[in-house]
């Protein structure tokens, strides 16, 4: 667990970690962007220096790259964690949401939101990434209930569902359907491939 | 892992089976050749200096030593055996398990078996080619072997005179060669470079699908070995390499006490200006190279990773039976 000291000026302080203590999913400072190891390799001649190679993903821009460090550097943590946050609205330049339990609430930029703004209905559960208490990541739920508001309705009596056709659904998301849905009825996708996985069941 | 599994091996049956025929095929190896086998402490009240090794520290109490006596793990039992060779031991070998505190990873684990051997009369040379017939007979096929000084190495791979660049041309090859973060590391010295080059952009394509010898190494990198002194210095030192990976370390052995002592105080200077623990430096291998230890080369051989070549296992973890984690 990462903590927070707090300096005489009563601002959080940020603990440092040496490489011993790098290891996937460890949150670090790098050239002014939050960053998260995600793999760590020790190399070292038999008698030389030592180096830790690290492959680290920079969470603002979510680019993978890699840096060598010298064995026993230390680098600043960054303050980054990870939570359920309820999805409100959006007023076309920033989107809004709100922590369950405390009520606060956070806007997100186009940047954090990027492209799980097309999987996001109002009231859904998304993950909240935050930097400093500000959002750099959304993630949409892993499956998500919305209902298609476009497609092609005059393909009946196919319901093989081989081939398939688009379908608009109401957050503007286009995902490829069987032949057999049909406009107004509400569907299960799965976000992380974008895929349609079944009519959504009534409840 | 999870504590649960956590009392289970990390190597497969099968690769333990594979050690123990290894380790017995090795003795075969030197019993044919007449090369004896010795065992030396693994305990000594003295250290390496060597500042790239951290050695364990352990302490004795009881007889001999009622307020206790510190002890260090041996990094490799290279002081011990040259004791045994200045005695008159002839050509000797030891498999045992050596111990490097801070080292850790799919290459490395803090306690790992060394097989390491002095042949008095053969130079470094010929010590290279015994490597190979004790690896091409372990494997059971020959490899492509290959031969190649520090110098041609890193003039082939980098355009870099090795022993002549200074830091900033090493730095700036680092950065033109695109290691990532280079430009805002803080190296020691020269040889911090060289290494930083030679890990990054050199090692992982030596050895490949053969044996890769790598020899006269920058003075600087002596560490144990003779410095035959020509125009540009080079230290009679060889490195093996197999599929990227640095197998084995020999050198013509230094005999001079008086140098060996003079690199001692170095070393030792060199660790308090990087704050490391002070070690003792061995005064019994000073006494004994003092007495006279035979010209010879020797060399050590990780097992482990030799074991990793020859299964075709890729992390170290995965050859010895319960790593850092679950010993």
């Known amino acids: 667990m990462m903590c927070a000291a707090i300096d005489r000026l009563g601002e959080d302080v940020m603990a440092s970690y040496s490489t011993n203590e790098f290891k996937g999913g460890l949150k670090i400072m790098l050239d002014g962007d939050p960053c998260s190891i995600i793999e760590n390799e020790f190399v070292k001649p038999g008698k030389g220096q030592a180096f830790n190679r690290v492959k680290i993903r920079n969470l603002k821009t979510g680019r993978v790259l890699e840096k060598t460090f010298k064995s026993g550097e230390s680098v600043e943590g960054a303050d980054v964690h990870e939570t359920e946050m309820q999805y409100l609205y959006t007023d076309g330049e920033f989107w809004h949401f709100m922590d369950p339990q405390s009520y606060e609430q956070v806007s997100a930029d186009q940047a954090a939101v990027a492209e799980s703004a097309k999987w996001m209905k109002e009231q859904d559960m998304c993950l909240v990434t935050l930097w400093n208490g500000a959002p750099i990541i959304v993630e949409p739920p ?20 081989s081939g398939g056709k688009p379908a608009t659904l109401e957050t503007g998301a286009v995902v490829r359907v069987p032949l057999f849905v049909q406009i107004g009825e509400a569907i299960k996708v799965d976000t992380r491939s974008g895929e349609y996985v079944s009519r959504a069941k009534e409840d | ?46 250290a390496t200096t060597d500042p790239a090794l951290e050695s364990f520290s352990v302490r004795y109490t009881g007889p001999g030593a009622a307020r206790g006596r510190d002890l260090y793990l041996h990094t490799s039992p290279e002081f011990a055996m040259k004791r045994l060779l200045a005695a008159g031991s002839g050509p000797i070998y030891q498999i045992c398990k050596v111990f490097r505190n ?10 790992f078996s060394l097989l390491e051997w002095y042949r008095p009369g053969l130079d470094y040379h010929q010590l290279m080619d015994e490597v190979a017939q004790l690896i091409n007979g372990l494997s059971g096929h020959p490899h492509t072997l290959e031969k190649v000084s520090y110098a041609a190495l890193l003039a082939q791979h980098l355009d870099l005179d090795p022993h002549s660049a200074d830091t900033a041309r090493l730095r700036q090859c680092a950065i033109t060669r695109g290691i990532p973060g280079a430009e805002r590391l803080a190296l020691e010295n020269r040889d911090g470079w060289l290494d930083l080059l030679m890990s990054h952009l050199i090692e992982p394509r030596l050895g490949q699908g053969g044996m890769t010898f790598v020899y006269d190494y920058p003075a600087s990198q002596a560490a144990l070995a003779r410095i035959r002194k020509e125009s540009t210095p080079v230290a009679e030192r060889f490195e093996l390499y197999m599929e990227g990976i640095e197998i084995a370390n020999g050198f013509q052995e230094l005999t001079s006490a008086e140098e060996q002592r003079r690199r001692f105080k170095d070393d030792s200077h060199r660790r ?4 490391q623990t002070a070690v003792p430096m061995d005064q019994n291998l ?31 973890r995965r050859v010895v039976t319960f790593d850092l984690n679950r010993a």
């Open chain 2, 272 to 275: 308090r200006e990087s704050h």
């Open chain 1, 142 to 161: 892993k499956f998500v209930i919305l209902n298609v508001s476009d497609t092609d309705p005059g393909l009946k009596g196919d319901t093989s569902g």
């Open chain 2, 102 to 111: 801070g080292e850790y990873g799919s290459r490395h684990n803090p306690e």
């Open chain 2, 1 to 46: 892992m999870t504590a649960t599994d956590e009392w289970q091996p990390s190597a497969a049956v099968e690769t333990i089976r594979a050690r123990a025929e290894m380790l017995a095929r090795i003795r075969q190896f030197f019993n044919r050749i007449g090369v004896l086998e010795v065992e030396t402490p693994i305990c000594s009240r003295y």
């Open chain 2, 286 to 316: 000073l006494a004994a190279l003092a007495a006279g230890l035979p010209d010879c080369s020797g060399v050590a051989l990780g097992l482990d990773r030799l074991l990793l070549v020859l299964t075709g296992v890729a992390d170290i």
